[in-house]
């Protein structure tokens, strides 16, 4: 059975993107902070048929997020992907928050993005392959001085992961962000959880070298 491992587990596109490969037959891996919240997603996928297991671990957390890593990986193996969906932010003007409130959004989106890889890769690079998805959105490329802490650390996180699909470019080990222009919404035409949800089985089920890069 492949395995899809999502961290930063919750409704939105985590949620989407595990009920469209669960349907597909893979076994569905969540990790978020929340106990409670994991649970209630892992009865909705089973209602659905789709297995589904989840470990509690903080994605900003390194120690945090390896226990909980580690742990799936014990039971399963290295995942066939991986999807980075946590995202944290403060609005407000650039100039009302703190460097640490704006470093504590730092760690979740670009720290946790990091770990990840950092923790993963062996995995992959031992069997040779493997897949590492990352969220990202157009603040990345285009600031907003009242969303500062989210623009900040999607942009360090699309930097990083430029760099890293260059690390195993021409291997079996594929890389690639899906980075969203626009808010997420169940009401939207082009940002539903759903369509992005179908980006990323695109993503994975084509048969062509894979883009490091989607804006969507």
Excluded at 68 to 80: K, N, R, S
Excluded at 96 to 107: F, H
Excluded at 156 to 177: D, G, H, P
Aim: charge should be neutral; glycine fraction near 8%.
């Amino acid at each position: 059975m492949k395995n899809i491992l999502i961290i930063g587990a919750g409704p939105g596109i985590s949620r989407a993107t595990a009920e469209r490969f669960g349907k597909e037959g893979f076994r569905v891996q969540l990790i978020a902070r929340n106990e409670f919240s994991l649970e209630n997603e892992r009865k909705r996928l089973e209602k659905q048929g789709i297995e589904c297991c989840f470990v509690v671990g903080d994605a900003s957390d390194y120690g945090s997020l390896k226990s909980a890593l580690d742990q799936l990986l014990q039971l399963f193996g290295a995942p066939d992907i991986v999807l980075y969906n946590a995202s944290g932010y403060i609005a407000g003007d650039q100039f009302e928050l703190s460097w640490d409130q704006i470093r504590a959004m730092i760690d979740i989106n670009a720290g946790g993005a990091y770990n990840t890889a950092k923790i993963i890769m062996p995995h992959f690079e031992k069997k040779k392959r493997g897949t590492l998805f990352f969220t990202g959105g157009c603040l990345s490329m285009d600031g907003d001085p009242e969303w500062l802490s989210l623009c900040m650390g999607k942009a360090a996180m699309r930097n990083f992961v430029q760099a890293l699909a260059k690390k195993y470019e021409n291997t079996q080990i594929r890389i690639s962000q899906v980075t969203i222009c626009g808010v997420v919404s169940p009401q939207s035409k082009k940002n539903n959880p759903n369509i992005i949800a179908d980006v990323y089985w695109n993503l994975w089920s084509s048969e062509d070298k894979l883009a490091n890069e989607i804006i969507h």
